[in-house]
């Protein structure tokens, strides 16, 4: 499904902050696989999502989504074949616009708009039904302005914005960070349902080393612009969060990281 | 009544140039300020499409495309090249400039005898008052738009372009090419403000190179009197507010007048207006603290009490408007009513008025006692000429008196059944009044000339015989100036030895260097035809000259004092002097139709001693014995203006 070779990208080319975000990238993701990417700060795991949306573009390598070669084509070209959550819960929906219309801009995702009014009874009571499937009390407030909306509730509706159209790709941009922890627990259990019941090929980044083994059925690691540990679904059927750790103490090993930089790593993903 | 109709037409034109402010400020966040240019294109468009033989209908279209290709461009160089949005839109703005005076070829197209959509329902009268039979028609059309826009705007394309400008983003997200939907909202935009352009050409009967300056603050203005009376999430509700506004605009306007403001003084207030709104609305950023998130505090909670206010303001006026004629029955009797319309601050246009003045006391005129004498001054600003003449017609006044070209093709467009005088006009048939000094409307009379440029080259001649080279300046925006320089053009074919230099300008600050580079190029004089630009920064001019010692030759009589070596031109206070007894004609019971247009009766030629010694140039005997008027050690001497006999 996503086939991405040899990818490149360095921010600030040639400057004194010069930083080399992805080092020499090779994956494969298949069709209906569920992949989450781990990593420490500034591992470049939200720079690979950035670059399969099409937000960043790689100075060298390719991206293909299903067959198709999509490196030169911009966020919103790859938005037919991708839909994306994204950290911050504002980022996903329009404020002053109703719930009900920010659904039909999702509705119409990929697809060519046309003066005439879609936002009417047939589609409205289908977007109600799908609101009810979020289980917030959503489905009476189908003309209330997201903006009125709590967080976690418009996470939830970007959520259900990104497969209202079944996407080839889902992509999450450690969508739960900035959720308080119910919230943020409430979410992830619809986007478990969400990928379960639509089948779809779906990658997350995560900060939450738990999240990353209860979900999926992929994991990789990234450090330092490169996938440094690639876990299969067989072997991360068996994997404990104790196992993960001395991953990340492997690599203080190979890299020599300060006991305290390590410290705050185990912290982060605890 | 015709005045607060008068304004609310106005309103209804003007509101599809809010309603185009309304997509980039509201839906945007983008006060696209090349509608500044795009209202004058459309004009342009309209105005020569329809000099041309069009249909006035079939030009709206047309103006609107030509307007949305404006705003293509802006649009194009903010999202392609990451130009500030206001900066593009400024630097569009000045480039239409250029772009409309190609297009209309002159600064200034009268459509007073074209085939416009006010002609058509004209037509079409069934007998109503005039304004009120228009009123009720432009109410059926805004009607039909108010549908048309709000339905649009929830169209999927009017949703999608909602969001955009909510967050873009998101709507980037899903497949939405931001900058493509924001140069198709900017040039839908433009295409309005394109489109009310061509209407209100039609409507006061001209365009003018100057009539889009300020739209954005009064379109912005518009906008928030909308968004203040209405507020409702439903987009009829706000589309409709946005057309309310614009009436209430010019409602506003026209109540100022009434009132005895300045008009000139309505551009601070509409511009403090909306400041304040923006600061109280919270738009110019949330972090606000202290007394200023107060204010705004009061004002979210209080709009209600805001709103009643404006209500009982209307209440009011329209009580006043109801005992009005009460009132005025008591003072104004049976007395003659004259409304003097002066379309600027220039010395041309006050010394026409004191000429008037004077001669009407001399005539026996005085005000309050025998004849009301009303005065109102647009400032420069061309669509005030209108609401002036709505507020004349609102008083009843029986003889209107334009001074200078603006005010007389508003006055000659509004005024068809009460007699004109217009007073210091070069060429009333350039626009549109008749096609000769005895063959004009019925109802109109006047005072003209153009400037005696013939008997002034003839005088330069005597000084400066041979082959020569001589330099002008002038500011082609305005229409009198082109005229002006047409004949000059002309007396200089009879002369094939002298060369003439032109320089262009557009305001006041490029005077000085198109002097300098004159200056360079080995002119023996500045033979200057009559420019208001260049008459308002003369001293720049004046200040090269005695730099460079090459004289100044002038078809002005007041630029003699200022610094020109020699003056040769008419007195526009004479002219104001004729103006008065035409009226005194009429008011005794003459009609204007069988009173031909006067031409001014008294040229001032005269010699500037003192120059000629700072420039150490000698004046020949003929001249100084042939001048009238002179300036010497300071000190200017001028015949007293004595009229020729009525017939001599």
């Known amino acids: 499904m996503i086939r991405i070779r040899n990818l490149h990208k360095t921010f600030n080319a040639g400057s004194l902050d010069q930083l080399t975000a992805l080092k020499e990238i090779n994956v494969d993701i298949g069709e209906h696989e569920f992949v989450t990417i781990i990593g420490t700060n500034g591992s470049g795991k939200s720079t690979l999502l950035n670059a399969i949306a099409g937000n960043i573009r790689p100075e060298k390598g390719t991206i293909e989504i299903s067959g198709r070669d999509v490196t030169s084509k911009q966020d919103f070209q790859r938005a037919k074949y991708i839909s994306r959550v994204f950290q911050n819960p504002y980022t996903g929906t329009a404020p002053g616009m109703t719930i009900a219309e920010n659904l039909l801009m999702a509705w119409f995702r990929g697809r060519r708009r046309y003066p005439v009014i879609s936002l009417k009874g047939s589609l409205k009571h289908q977007f109600k039904q799908q609101l009810a499937s979020l289980d917030m009390q959503l489905e009476e407030r189908l003309e209330n302005l997201m903006g009125t909306l709590s967080g976690g509730q418009r996470q939830a509706v970007t959520l259900l914005m990104a497969v209202l159209q079944t996407p080839k790709v889902l992509l999450l941009d450690e969508h739960t960070a900035a959720l308080d922890p119910k919230t943020a627990a409430q979410v992830i259990r619809l986007t478990q349902k969400f990928v379960t019941a639509n089948k779809l090929t779906t990658v997350m980044v995560t900060h939450s080393m738990q999240h990353a083994l209860e979900l999926g059925t992929r994991i990789l690691m990234m450090h330092n612009g490169r996938i440094i540990e690639d876990i299969q679904e067989n072997e991360k059927q068996n994997l404990t969060m104790e196992d993960l750790l001395n991953k990340f103490e492997d690599i203080r090993k190979i890299e020599k990281l300060t006991p305290e930089l390590m410290e705050s790593l185990k912290n982060q993903y605890r | ?648």
């Open chain 2, 1 to 648: 009544m015709d005045l607060w109709i008068g304004a609310v037409n106005l309103g209804i034109l003007y509101a599809f140039m809010a309603i185009g402010t309304f997509i980039t400020y509201k839906l945007y966040s983008f006060p696209d300020i090349t509608i500044d240019g795009t209202f004058t294109t459309g004009a342009a468009v309209a105005s020569i499409l329809i000099v041309d033989g069009w249909n006035p209908i079939l030009v709206l279209p047309v103006a609107f495309l030509v307007g949305s290709m404006a705003g293509f461009i802006t649009g194009f160089i903010h999202t392609r090249f990451k130009i500030e949005g206001l900066l593009a839109g400024i630097l569009v703005m000045t480039g239409l400039y250029s772009v409309n005076l190609h297009i209309m070829g002159k600064s200034n197209i009268p459509l007073l005898n074209s085939h416009t959509f006010v002609s058509i329902l004209t037509e079409m009268n069934p007998g109503l008052n005039a304004e009120l039979w228009h009123c009720i028609f432009l109410c059926l059309v805004v009607l039909l738009f108010w549908m048309l826009t709000s339905l649009f705007l929830k169209t999927d394309v009017g949703l999608t372009m909602r969001a955009t400008g909510n967050n873009p983003a998101m709507v980037s997200a899903q497949g939405v090419s931001v900058n493509r939907m924001k140069i198709f909202g900017i040039s839908m935009a433009n295409g309005f403000v394109g489109l009310s352009g061509a209407l209100i050409a039609q409507y006061q009967g001209f365009a003018d190179i100057g009539m889009g300056i300020g739209s954005i603050i009064f379109s912005l203005a518009a906008v928030i009197i909308g968004e203040a009376i209405l507020r409702h999430r439903s987009m009829f509700v706000k589309v409709l507010g946005v057309i309310l506004g614009s009436i209430i605009f010019r409602l506003a306007v026209a109540m100022a007048l009434h009132f005895g403001m300045n008009p000139n003084d309505l551009k601070l207030i509409t511009a403090f207006f909306v400041l304040v709104t923006l600061i109280a609305s919270g738009v110019l950023g949330s972090g606000s603290t202290g007394w200023l998130k107060y204010v705004q505090n009061q004002y979210s909670s209080n709009r209600k009490a805001f709103l009643i206010v404006f209500m009982l303001a209307l209440l009011l006026m329209a009580g006043y408007l109801m005992l009005k004629p009460v009132i005025l029955k008591k003072d104004s009797g049976k007395m003659v009513k004259i409304g003097l319309i002066m379309a600027n601050n220039s010395d041309i246009v006050t010394q026409t008025r004191d000429g008037i003045l004077s001669e009407l006391t001399k005539l026996g005129y005085v005000n309050g006692k025998n004849c009301v004498i009303l005065e109102k001054n647009a400032e420069g600003d061309i669509p005030t000429n209108h609401t002036i003449i709505g507020y004349y017609l609102n008083k009843q006044v029986d003889i209107y008196v334009p001074i200078s070209t603006a005010s007389t093709q508003a006055a000659l467009n509004k005024i068809k059944d009460k007699p004109i005088v217009f007073a210091t006009v070069a060429n009333p048939f350039m626009i549109g009044a008749g096609t000769s000094p005895v063959n004009h409307p019925p109802n109109i009379t006047g005072v003209y000339g153009p400037s005696p440029i013939g008997d002034l080259l003839a005088v330069f001649r005597q000084m400066y015989p041979g082959k020569v080279r001589i330099g002008t300046i002038y500011n082609p925006a305005y229409p009198n100036t082109v005229s002006n320089l047409r004949d000059l053009k002309k007396a200089l074919e009879n002369d094939k030895e002298i060369t003439l230099e032109e320089v262009t300008i557009s305001g006041t600050n490029d005077v000085y260097h198109a002097a300098l580079a004159l200056s360079n190029k080995k002119i023996c004089a500045f033979v200057l035809i009559n420019d208001l630009t260049v008459f308002n920064s003369f001293e720049s001019v004046v200040r090269i000259s005695k730099n460079s010692k090459i004289p100044i030759f002038s078809c002005d009589a007041e630029r003699l004092k200022d610094g020109a070596l020699i003056v040769y031109g008419f007195e526009y206070f004479v002219s104001g002097m004729q103006a008065a007894h035409l009226i005194d004609r009429i008011n005794k019971g003459e009609s204007p139709a069988q009173i031909p247009f006067e031409k001014y009766k008294i040229v001032t030629y005269g010699v500037n001693y003192d120059v000629a010694r700072e420039l150490g140039i000698s004046i020949p005997l003929s001249i100084q014995a042939a001048a009238d008027a002179s300036v010497k050690n300071g000190k200017l001497t001028k015949p007293p203006f004595i009229l020729p006999k009525e017939g001599s």
